[in-house]
């Protein structure tokens, strides 16, 4: 199978199962379809500890982008976090999903590092109100919500995709002997 398609289905293939297993209060389903996902891409890739830096660093603004929406009352879960006033596990696991399509599925974002804020600022809006309608998120206030979400993705998207580039960038180096 062709590597981007089959990247890009595993993507969908995990969101879905995050979503709707969130939304049914059963989050680990999701999760693990998820960790299926990214074993499948660190197999395939060229550079896993590159691959693992870019799955670490997404994983990190993740959970701190997530808690910090949280802890402000713009974003709430159903599921509970395991640590009280934190973004929920599976919600920073779909950051670890996504990260995986970086250097294959979504490669076409380096192009422009302007194109990565828009399709962020707008990518990440629908994104989570596509959640919010499959019942794994909802928002006090829906249109400060996803405007704040949509500014955070604006930047935290060219961010990762710079740093995936890189990774990319180092696994194309040959090895000194």
């Given at each position: 199978?062709?590597?981007?398609?089959?990247?890009?289905?595993?993507?969908?293939?995990?969101?879905?199962?995050?979503?709707?297993?969130?939304?049914?209060?059963?989050?680990?389903?999701?999760?693990?379809?998820?960790?299926?996902a990214?074993?499948?891409?660190?197999?395939?890739?060229?550079?896993?500890?590159?691959?693992?830096?870019?799955?670490?660093?997404?994983?990190?603004?993740?959970?701190?982008?997530?808690?910090?929406?949280?802890?402000?009352?713009?974003?709430?879960?159903?599921?509970?976090?395991?640590?009280?006033g934190?973004?929920?596990?599976?919600?920073?696991?779909?950051?670890?999903?996504?990260?995986?399509?970086?250097?294959?599925?979504?490669?076409?974002l380096?192009?422009?590092?302007?194109?990565?804020?828009?399709?962020?600022?707008?990518?990440?809006?629908?994104?989570?109100?596509?959640?919010?309608?499959?019942?794994?998120?909802?928002?006090?206030?829906?249109?400060?919500?996803?405007a704040?979400?949509?500014?955070?993705?604006?930047?935290?998207?060219?961010?990762?995709?710079?740093?995936?580039?890189?990774?990319?960038?180092?696994?194309?180096?040959?090895?000194?002997?």
């Open positions: 199978m062709n590597a981007v398609l089959l990247n890009i289905s595993l993507f969908k293939a995990g969101w879905l199962a995050a979503v709707f297993s969130a939304a049914a209060s059963v989050p680990v389903l999701g999760t693990l379809a998820i960790a299926v990214v074993i499948t891409h660190l197999a395939r890739s060229e550079s896993r500890s590159g691959e693992i830096r870019l799955l670490g660093l997404a994983a990190a603004i993740g959970f701190g982008w997530e808690s910090l929406l949280v802890a402000t009352g713009l974003v709430q879960y159903g599921a509970v976090s395991i640590i009280p934190t973004a929920p596990y599976w919600i920073v696991a779909m950051w670890l999903l996504f990260a995986t399509t970086l250097n294959v599925g979504m490669r076409w380096r192009k422009s590092l302007v194109v990565a804020a828009i399709f962020g600022a707008i990518g990440g809006p629908l994104s989570f109100l596509a959640g919010a309608k499959a019942g794994a998120v909802s928002f006090p206030n829906t249109t400060v919500s996803l704040v979400i949509g500014l955070g993705w604006a930047v935290f998207l060219p961010l990762l995709v710079r740093y995936a580039s890189r990774v990319d960038e180092q696994a194309a180096i040959p090895a000194k002997a």
